[in-house]
């Protein structure tokens, strides 16, 4: 197969060839990857609950009472009463009618999408989208048309220049790589006016934004008649895995008839949508987890002003350093890393080439301290690089 081999060599030679690294142990700020001790400034586990025993053990009586395996789909025998009672308590803690669990947020937004337009009707697109949105409109086959990001002007013109039947606006709550948050208000005014449905993916916001950690749409005040459909994920703030949509009850029954990747897929484990729920319990009783984590966001902040490379407008525990090349974006991260510090490299195309970051990811469960050395650090490896 010497295209495959082809691809291999140029992707290496471009510095743009990926390579996984071996973690150890629980998902912890100082953890064991690839065989070393490094302080983790790359997870999304932003409340510090992945490895919260609370979780884990939520998890194992769930276990040992229905065992590990959902058997089968929703539709046939897999819905458990635990992903019943987490779709009821979803619904309370967003706000909506209802709610309906995905195994993971990747397949709700693919799920979603294709369930809500064809052919003949038009998705329309953040330019710096999620590639699930992406994926999940090219899935559907509706046209997609993508605009400038964070612009709800532009959107409204192609909105307006548009004669699909039915059209759909997604959008992130907070941009995965840029921890920028939309403007919501804009578009839902740009969707209102254009009889558009708005689509906002949460995965980043959930349990970080709003009072009670509802997300974005919670911080903003806006409800299910502003954006009917919210997708948010499991696996960040929550610490545990997979993902929901919550929207009218209407919308949900659509959804159990209609989305592919909910009907045509084993249901996730029991325990896992039971550890979820005690994760929820643990939002709503600890919101000083979401207070600390936004004052390390601010401490980064003002500490950061003093290196040499721009940090993107933030106000979310995702702070973004642009390096530009993805050869320097590396070349920092390998430094950091042999510092003691893990922060991934972002580069193309997960994001536009020419802007290589450092994606730096606050946790509740990191000191000031170790803030204070990953900024010592970034110092060293900035110098160093040039
Ligand atoms: C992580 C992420 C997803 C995918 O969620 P998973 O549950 O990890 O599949 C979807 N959308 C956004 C914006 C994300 O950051």
Redesign the pocket.
């Known amino acids: 197969m010497k295209s495959l081999r082809d691809f291999l060599a140029q992707r290496k030679r471009e510095h743009l060839y990926r390579q996984r690294r071996i973690a150890a142990g629980a998902q912890r700020p100082v953890m064991e990857i690839d065989g070393r001790r490094v302080v983790n400034f790359c997870s ?1 586990d932003y409340l510090g609950l992945a490895a919260d025993p609370r979780l884990t053990e939520a998890f194992r009586r769930a276990a040992d009472e229905c065992g590990l395996g959902s058997g089968a789909s929703h539709l046939i025998s897999g819905h458990h009463r635990w992903h019943h009672a987490l779709e009821e308590r979803l619904a309370e803690f967003t706000g909506r009618e209802r709610a309906l669990v995905f195994s ?6 693919l799920g979603v999408i294709q369930a809500l337009v064809g052919p003949g009707d038009a998705v329309f697109a953040d330019r710096l989208s ?1 590639a ?2 992406l994926d999940g409109a090219m899935l559907s086959r509706a046209r997609l048309t993508r605009y400038p990001h964070g612009d709800a002007e532009a959107l409204a013109r192609r909105l307006d220049a548009s004669r699909a039947a039915r059209r759909l606006v997604v959008t ?1 709550g907070v941009f ?1 790589m840029d921890g920028d948050v939309a403007p919501l208000s804009g578009l839902v005014q740009a969707a209102e006016r254009h009889g558009a449905w708005l689509m906002v ?1 949460d ?2 916001g959930i349990g970080v934004l709003g009072q009670q950690g509802g997300g974005s749409l919670q911080r903003a005040g806006l409800g299910q008649d502003e954006v009917p459909v919210l ?1 948010g ?4 703030a929550l610490g545990t ?3 929901f949509v919550a929207g009218s009850a209407e919308l949900i029954d659509y959804l159990v008839q209609t989305a592919r990747p909910y009907i045509y897929t084993t249901a996730m484990p029991a325990a896992l949508a039971a550890a979820t729920l005690a994760s929820l319990d643990v939002v709503a009783a600890e919101p000083e987890r979401r207070s600390y984590l936004h004052s390390l966001v601010r401490r980064f902040r003002v500490l950061a002003r003093e290196l040499p490379a721009p940090l993107l407008a933030s106000e979310t525990p995702i702070q973004g350093l642009v390096l530009g090349s993805a050869e320097r974006a590396l070349a920092v991260s390998r430094r950091l890393f042999g510092l003691g510090f893990l922060v991934s490299a972002i580069r193309p195309p997960t994001v536009p080439a020419g802007s290589a970051r450092l994606r730096i990811t606050l946790s509740a469960a990191h000191s000031r301290s170790q803030v204070d050395d990953l900024l010592d650090a970034l110092h060293t490896a900035l110098a160093k690089t040039g």
Request: glycine content about 14%.
């Open positions: 999304n993971t947020g990747y397949m709700a937004n999620h699930s949105l992130d995965s993916d995965a980043h997708v994920t499991f696996g960040k895995a997979g993902a």
